[in-house]
Structure formats: C-alpha cells, structure tokens
C-alpha cells in the first residue's frame, strides 16, 4: 500500500511563502506522477500542479502559474510544491496524490491536474490571513 504523507501547511500572512511536501515512507515514488490538489471549504477540490514521473513535465493551475513551483527529489522520495505570493484565495486543504507511471518513454512525461489519481494523502492545512 502506498502512504503519502503531506506536510508544511501552516498559517502565513498574504505575500508569504510556504513549501509543502508530499513523502512516501518505506519505499520509492520515482515511478509515480504526483499531482497536488486544493479543497476549501465549501468549494470542490481543485487540481493545483503536478509533475511527471521523469520531473520532465509540470502543469499548473492557471490561478497559481507563477507563484508556485512543483520538484521532486527522488533520492529524498519527496515531491515539494513552494508557494510564493500566497493570497488569502489560496487557503484550503492541500492533498497530494500519486499514480504509478514508469519513468521512461510516454508514461514518464505523463501528469495531469485532474483526478485521474489512484493514492491519496490525508491532506495539510494552508491558511492565508493577515
């Protein structure tokens, strides 16, 4: 079974910066495609970035291009989202996923921002206020 585990949400004045984290305990996710999602209250969960498993395609969310940056450090198993400029609209639950896509040909260039997601994390709290 694969755990993801996300941390580094937090509490951050608008402007700020967080990096968040998304790890595998006990074993590799350099064949995985990761995506980072966002849900907020009352809202339906948004696909936020994702990154392939090679590291050589990313997407992101039109409301974040810019501001945000998807890596991965295989040797770490931990795929990071870093989150400048946070606004107060970015404030949600953020979950990352993964879904199995060897590193080489077609499928390590694979990542989507939509739910096409098989593992899922159990979420961290990122709230912009002043």
């Known amino acids: 079974q694969l755990q993801l585990v996300e941390s580094g949400g937090g509490m951050v004045q608008p402007g700020g910066s967080l990096r968040l984290s998304c790890a595998r305990s006990?074993?590799?996710?350099?064949?995985?495609?990761i995506g980072w999602f966002r849900q907020a209250p009352g809202k339906e969960r948004e696909g936020v970035s994702c990154?392939?498993?090679?590291?050589?395609?990313?997407k992101y969310a039109d409301s974040v291009k810019g501001r945000f940056t998807i890596s991965r450090d295989n040797a770490k198993n931990t795929v990071y989202l870093q989150m400048n400029s946070l606004k107060p609209e970015d404030t949600a639950v953020y979950y990352c996923?993964?879904?199995?896509?060897?590193?080489?040909?077609?499928?390590?260039?694979?990542?989507?921002?939509?739910?096409?997601?098989?593992?899922w994390g159990q979420g961290t709290q990122v709230t912009v206020s002043s």
């Open positions: 996923a993964a879904v199995w896509k060897p590193r080489y040909g077609v499928a390590g260039s694979w990542c989507a921002t939509t739910n096409e997601y098989d593992h």
């Open positions: 990154i392939s498993s090679s590291g050589v395609s990313t």
């Open positions: 006990g074993s590799t996710l350099d064949s995985y495609a």
